[in-house]
C-alpha cells in the first residue's frame, strides 16, 4: 500500500518562507514523478510543480521564481521550498506520486499553508 506523508505546513506572514516534505512509504518503487498540488477554499485544485524520475520539472506560473521542487530518488522524498509567500498562496497542499508503467496517482492527506497579508 502506497502511503505518502505530507509535513511542514503552517502559519508564515507574507514574504516569508515554508519548506514542505513529502516521504513515500518506504517500500514504494517505479516512481515516475512526484509532484505539488493546492487547493484554495472555493477553488479547484492546482498543479504547483512536479518533477519526473528523469530530471524533467514544471511550475505553475505563479510559482515559478517563488517555488522550488526539490526530488530525493534515494529516499522516495520530494520537498517544495516555498519564498516570497503571498496571501493567494493559502491553500491545503497535497503531495502527488505517479507510479508504475501506467502513472497511477497516488495523494498526501495534505498540509494546510496559510499566508497572513
Known amino acids: 500500500q502506497v502511503q505518502l506523508v505530507e509535513s511542514g505546513g503552517g502559519l508564515v506572514q507574507a514574504g516569508g518562507s515554508l519548506r514542505l516534505s513529502c516521504v513515500a512509504s518506504?517500500?514504494?518503487?517505479?516512481?515516475?514523478?512526484m509532484a505539488w498540488y493546492r487547493q484554495a477554499p472555493g477553488k479547484e485544485l492546482e498543479l504547483v510543480a512536479i518533477?519526473?524520475?528523469?530530471?524533467?520539472?514544471n511550475y505553475s506560473d505563479d510559482t515559478k521564481g517563488r517555488f522550488t521542487i526539490i526530488r530525493d530518488n534515494a529516499e522516495n522524498s520530494v520537498y517544495l521550498q516555498m519564498n516570497s509567500l503571498k496571501p493567494e498562496d493559502t491553500a491545503a497542499y497535497y503531495c502527488?506520486?505517479?507510479?508504475?508503467?501506467?502513472?497511477?496517482?497516488?495523494w498526501g492527506r495534505g498540509t494546510q499553508v496559510t499566508v497572513s497579508g
Open positions: 502527488n506520486a505517479n507510479i508504475g508503467a501506467r502513472w497511477e496517482h497516488y
Open positions: 518506504a517500500s514504494v518503487s517505479d516512481i515516475k514523478a
Open positions: 518533477r519526473t524520475s528523469t530530471g524533467g520539472v
